[in-house]
């Protein structure tokens, strides 16, 4: 497993086939979404299971949210070659400090075939 933070960069500069939307985003899942005691930048954690019949990459994109539902920022996760069928886990950390409560949600999720 290989965590990015450029991700978009890395799937923008593969070839072949990719995936983005519901179909990939149902691969992931949340598992938890973490603020800083500090108040510095938050983290998002979270597991794939590739549902597809090939080995893929992914690069995932969270969005911090506030209790108040405002943006705190974002958090860009890549992962390389995840088998058919096996799972791997990921971590984003958010761009901006954030204090107190946090919401993370899922903004994207692109899957694109391993190479």
Request: with cysteine.
């Given at each position: 497993m290989i965590l990015l933070?450029?991700?978009p960069l890395l799937v923008a500069g593969l070839s072949?086939?990719?995936?983005?939307?519901?179909?990939?985003?149902?691969?992931?899942?949340?598992t938890a979404c973490t603020p800083s005691p500090t108040g510095g930048?938050?983290?998002?954690?979270?597991?794939?299971?590739?549902?597809?019949?090939?080995?893929?990459?992914?690069?995932?994109?969270?969005?911090?949210?506030?209790?108040?539902?405002n943006?705190?920022?974002?958090?860009?996760?890549?992962v390389a070659k995840v088998d058919s069928g096996s799972t791997a886990n990921w971590h984003a950390t958010g761009s901006l400090n954030a204090k107190g409560p946090?919401?993370?949600?899922?903004?994207?999720?692109v899957r694109t075939l391993a190479p």
């Open positions: 933070a450029a991700a072949g086939c990719s995936s983005s939307g519901s179909s990939a985003a149902k691969d992931v899942t949340i930048h938050p983290t998002a954690t979270g597991r794939i299971v590739n549902h597809s019949s090939k080995a893929s990459l992914y690069a995932i994109h969270v969005k911090f949210t506030d209790a108040a539902g943006k705190v920022g974002d958090g860009v996760a890549a946090l919401k993370c949600s899922l903004s994207s999720v």
